[in-house]
């Protein structure tokens, strides 16, 4: 049976990236996906976006949903200071799988942990069985229309605290509404639009910031 173009993936980062290198990892993800087949990482250009705001929220607990190949997950690893961590939920046994082996190969491992499983299920989990308090970063980048269910049920779990900040790739294409209706008309998320474009391409696309409660959190320090 031949390879999935995620195994194709992991071939080229496996025979190309310097191990233990996060960059060269990202590089050469970036590299296969704009010159041989396209893959829906967040790619360089709103992976910058990523960068900078996980600096801003310097987390000590970050979560993903989606990890797909392992792409963001390692942008977002390698910005993590020490004893921080990064889990992400990815339900596709074999996208868990090659991320596993993609984030092994970046040196990461030690701070990310791959939940395998969907996000509905394991959200309601993060407090007992994976001792998380509350979240101070979350990266939105699954099913888009599960973004506002789910950023829903993080509240209800009591997993966001004031000032957590949630990041949501793909606002303009494939688009999130349900999601940008439901947080922009939210009281307590301050929301940031980044205008940017889809990965390897020319088309338009936008990555949504929204902070909850922000006021609150500044007014404590
Ligand atoms: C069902 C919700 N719960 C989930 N729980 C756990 N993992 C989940 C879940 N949903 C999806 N996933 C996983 O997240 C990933 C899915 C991401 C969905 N992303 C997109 O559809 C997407 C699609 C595009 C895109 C853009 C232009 C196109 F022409 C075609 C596609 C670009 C992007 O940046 C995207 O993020 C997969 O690895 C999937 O297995
Ligand atoms: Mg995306």
């Not at 910058?48 to 797909?68: H, M, R």
């Not at 921080?84 to 190969?105: D, G, Q, V």
């Not at 980044?194 to 609150?216: C, F, I, Q, T």
């Amino acid at each position: 049976m031949d390879q999935s173009k995620e195994q194709r993936i992991l071939n080229s980062v496996s025979y190309n990236a310097v191990k233990g290198d996060p960059e060269s990892v990202i590089n050469c993800i970036d590299k296969y996906c704009s010159q041989y087949e396209w893959a829906m990482n967040v790619g360089d250009e709103k992976g910058t976006i990523l960068d900078k705001v996980v600096e801003e929220a310097d987390p000590s607990v970050a979560l993903e949903l989606g990890t797909y190949c392992g792409y963001s997950a390692i942008r977002i690893a390698r910005l993590l200071k020490p004893n921080t961590r990064l889990l992400t939920i990815e339900f596709n046994p074999e996208f868990a799988s090659i991320a596993k082996e993609i984030i092994e190969i970046a040196g990461l491992s030690e701070k990310v942990t791959i939940l395998e499983g969907h996000s509905e299920d394991i959200i309601p989990q993060l407090k007992k069985k994976y001792e998380v308090e509350t979240l101070d970063f979350v990266f939105l980048d699954h099913w888009k229309e599960r973004y506002a269910p789910d950023t829903i049920l993080l509240e209800e779990c009591g997993l966001l605290r004031k000032g957590s900040i949630l990041l949501a790739d793909n606002i303009i294409y494939p688009g999130a509404p349900e999601f940008i209706k439901y947080i922009r008309s939210n009281k307590r998320f301050e929301c940031t639009s980044y205008p940017s474009h889809l990965e390897y391409m020319k088309v338009e696309d936008a990555m949504e910031k929204a902070v909850k409660d922000p006021g609150a959190a500044a007014m404590l320090f």
